[in-house]
Nanobody, 131 residues
Framework: EVQLQASGGGLVQAGGSLRLSCAASGFADGDYAIGWFRQTPGQGREGVSC????????YYSDSVKGRFKISADRANMMFYLEMNNLKPEDTAVYHC????????????????????????WGQGTQVTVSS
């Protein structure tokens, strides 16, 4: 059974930092790309970052580029999103996802090819940035 569990969210002041962790299990390294997306009430899913299956190609949306960094400890199936210089507009629930078809970057946005069936994501972790 594929499972992903995001953690590490919290309340932070603008300009602060957080490191999100994603514990993945139930699949082998390289089977899926790993993406982070965020959601706010009333808004759709926004792709934030993505790590390709094997080549370690990374993708970032323009809204987080230069501030966020995605990384992996593939031996332990742990994935991370380092978030620096946080802004109030970064407030959202952040999810990590296993994406079979991977991701790309189009016009400054991360496009995550998440399918309703066959891809996986967890409950998410709340990030709140106060001004």
């Amino acid at each position: 059974e594929v499972q992903l569990q995001a953690s590490g969210g919290g309340l932070v002041q603008a300009g602060g930092s957080l490191r999100l962790s994603c514990a993945a299990s139930g699949f082998a390294d390289g089977d899926y790309a790993i993406g982070w997306f965020r959601q706010t009430p009333g808004q759709g899913r926004e792709g934030v970052s993505c790590l390709s299956k094997l080549e370690n190609t990374t993708y970032y949306s323009d809204s987080v580029k230069g501030r966020f960094k995605i990384s992996a400890d593939r031996a332990n199936m742990m994935f991370y999103l380092e978030m620096n210089n946080l802004k109030p507009e970064d407030t959202a629930v952040y999810h990590c996802a296993a994406i079979f078809l991977g991701c790309t970057e189009v016009a400054g946005r991360v496009v995550q090819f998440i399918r309703d069936s066959g891809d996986y994501w967890g409950q998410g972790t709340q990030v709140t940035v106060s001004s």
